[in-house]
């Protein structure tokens, strides 16, 4: 355990479906992201939250949508997801400003859209 | 347009050789630099850094050579083990970015007995 929880760790859903990921954090972290990892592609920085407040959006569809009830916490809602959406959601968190050891990383949601 | 370039996709390497791992990226703004590991079903975990105000940092096993003039940085490990078996992600921040985290697509190590 990295001290960044992710759940589920597996998700399979169809293109109707609503269903949510969840990153946990109590490593005292103000800052929460969510990337994604697709297959032979770099990870995707998708969305940055800094002391609970969404700092960047970058370009991501609207069928995403974050959440951060508290700086512990962290929801990504998906909606009418397409299969090219397919691939690994990673959620890290870090000490804003403190570029010690950058980002701890969750061990992701491996999401399959059918 | 990739700031942070991995252009091994994978490298193989015998057991207890020296494991070279390269990376280029493209924005001179950016002035700090990481190495992360990835297992497979395991988030990322960060493994060494260097600031731009040096040109090396080692820890242990591992060492970070960075050569700003040509925006190039590689990663050592010496001697390889078969847990080093894994994916590393070069990546690279700038202060006055928010340091936002940019990442190269990662390079897939092969530890060979």
């Known amino acids: 355990e990295t001290g960044v929880t992710q759940t589920p760790r597996h998700l399979v859903m169809g293109m109707t479906n609503k269903k949510s990921l969840k990153c946990e954090q109590h490593?005292?972290?103000?800052?929460m992201y969510w990337y994604k990892q697709s297959a032979k592609k770099p990870l995707e920085l998708m969305f940055v939250?800094?002391?609970?407040?969404?700092?960047e959006n970058n370009s991501v569809p609207s069928r995403f949508s974050p959440e951060c009830p508290n700086s512990s916490h962290l929801f990504l809602h998906l909606h009418t997801l397409q299969p090219e959406d397919s691939a690994l959601y990673l959620c890290?968190?870090?000490?804003?400003?403190?570029?010690?050891?950058?980002?701890?990383f969750g061990s992701g949601t491996r999401l399959t859209v059918v | 347009d990739q700031q942070v370039k991995q252009n091994s996709p994978s490298l193989s390497v015998q057991e207890g050789r020296i494991s070279i791992l390269n990376c280029d990226y493209t924005?001179?703004?950016?002035?700090?630099f990481l190495w992360y590991k990835k297992y497979p079903a395991e988030g990322p975990t960060f493994l060494i850094s260097?600031?731009?105000?040096?040109d090396k940092n080692e820890d242990g096993r591992f060492t970070v050579f960075l050569n700003k003039s040509a925006k190039h940085l590689s990663l050592h490990i010496v001697p390889s083990q078969p847990g080093d078996s894994a994916v590393y992600f070069c990546?690279?921040?700038?202060?006055?970015?928010?340091?936002?985290?940019?990442f190269g697509k990662g390079t897939r190590l092969h530890i060979l007995p």
């Open positions: 939250y800094s002391l609970e407040e969404r700092v």
């Open positions: 990546a690279a921040s700038a202060l006055n970015r928010d340091d936002k985290i940019i």
């Open positions: 490593l005292g972290h103000n800052a």
């Open positions: 890290a968190s870090s000490q804003a400003w403190d570029r010690g050891y950058g980002y701890t």
């Open positions: 924005n001179s703004m950016f002035d700090y």
């Open positions: 260097i600031s731009s105000i040096k």
